[in-house]
């Protein structure tokens, strides 16, 4: 077995966002705190400016989430601070917007050593690049992954489906909040993408393996945002980008 096996990992990363090319609001907001080994990605949604109200008060409750050493421990204060501000944010909209309504999707990735755990509620997306080869790591929960599914559609069909932005969850959305979780181990050089769906849907997956295979993390993650700007992103564009490399010792 090669010394990289046992090599300590460190995790690195890079961020950018952009409000696109249509919006007048950035209603996306990011979190990187790589002391903890977490990083997030909410798109806020529910019109009249207060998709960032949402986004915000979900990044300023995971900023508050202390850094619990053991795993299991810190992911249960993770999800405990999430059904909290589901609450706050369902309150706060029937109190500014009249029982109006507003949310946000959440993308998260949390690493400590050799294992990582992706959460997600909505549509925003967690992807793994390793050897060459890009994978999703997240579930949309959205109207046309349900169809997809179902064997409604085709996956052709769902690139371009005029459902394609109707999400079935989304943090303020309801009283009751399902998080999706899934575990995973990680390894030497893997590069994880945690993005809003302003990326994803303006730029091909192709065009993000190149990206992701530079070697400039800054770089890489300049680039992605730069293809989805020159594609005409209709929507905020937020991503994070996490790489793993040899710890200096």
Known sequence: MSDTAFRPIEWISASQTDVGTVRSVNEDSFHVNQQSGLWVVADGMGGHEVGDVASTKIIEALER???????????????????????????????????????STLAALVIRGRVGVAIWVGDSRVYRFRNGRLTQLSRDHSQVQEMLRMGLISAEEAVNHPQSNVITRAIGGEQDLYIDLDVFSTQMGDTFLICSDGLYNAVEDEELIQCLSERDLEGCALDMLEISLAHQASDNVTLIVVRGVPEKF
Do not use: F, R
């Not at 999430?82 to 500014?96: C, K, P, R, T």
């Open 65 to 103: 989430v202390p850094n619990i050493e053991c795993l299991s421990d810190y992911i249960d204060a993770v999800e405990d601070a999430l059904l909290a501000v589901n609450q706050e944010i369902i309150e706060y909209a029937d109190i500014m917007l009249d029982h109006g309504t507003m949310g």
